[in-house]
């Protein structure tokens, strides 16, 4: 990858990066969903690691999340340097120089892959640094600015971690982790659409081709409820398929339901204030939403329910 230097006006050069910028780097937030989903994907396995070894490459994993985060940060540092959301990360402000996100990146790219090659197996090492890949050039420098498409094709980068979870486990592929890949992907176009509609006069002012950008809020709620109705099923099908147990089920009819109500509530609310607070409550119930699915099948194998 190669990227221009930064040129927006409001970029402080002189700052001196502390270790909390490049925490910031990693994108901590999205770095504990990874861990989580990981997690949910090694708990679910058949067999499994001494408790060490899955410990670091549960952490490898993570870092591997951490370095894509720090290269999309890296070569998006333009766009974020004009969007409200993101203008105060490391990189825009000046606090940390483009190359040393670029460093940070690329060796903690490299770093976890081996580590979690050493430790669990290079299966699993080959899916992350896919991953990596994937969100780092694919998603971040291919899709981003090119097509309204980006969060859809991109979201599969966000779903394999319980994969590689499941691969670090055992040495292979299955069903069980690829309905979770599914769930996720499924799940990532009505969370991050949601926001883009608040949040629809950054991404026009940053050029970057989001979904109400490009066509518009109204067929992005239609866009939302169609990929809502989808994902409901798809979030009860573990039950069905027989590795989750009756609290799964309870759990994500009812919050299928919930996450569905508020899909069709920010079709129908489109003015205004309510508007904007239905988009605002869909986005945060939908982190709600695949924290308790997930935390059900965990909770449910640690309690040996199934």
Known sequence: MAHATLTHPDIDVAGEATV???????????MSLVIFTAL?????????????LAGISLLAIAV?????????????????AVMTRTRNRPVPTGRVQPEAALAFGMALSVGSVLTLGLTA???????LAFTIWFYAHFYTVVLKRRTAQNIVIGGASGALPPVIGWA???????????????IIFLWTPPHFWALALLKNEDYTRAGVPMLPVVAGPTATRWQILLYAVVLVPAGISPWFLGFAGPAYLAVSVVAGAVFLAGAVNVLVRREGKAAARAC??????????LFLLFATLLGERIAGLV
């Open 40 to 52: 949910v994907g090694m708990a679910i396995a058949p067999t499994g690691l001494h408790p060490v």
């Open 64 to 80: 591997g999340a951490g370095a894509s985060a720090a290269l999309n940060m890296w070569w998006d540092a333009d766009i974020d």
């Open 280 to 289: 605002g409550q869909l986005f945060g119930f939908s982190l709600i939403y």
């Open 168 to 182: 670090a486990m055992t040495g292979s592929l299955a069903v069980p982790p690829l309905v979770l890949f599914t």
């Open 20 to 30: 909390a910028d490049y925490v910031a780097l990693l994108k901590p937030r999205v």
């Open 121 to 127: 197996n290079w299966l699993a090492a080959g899916l």
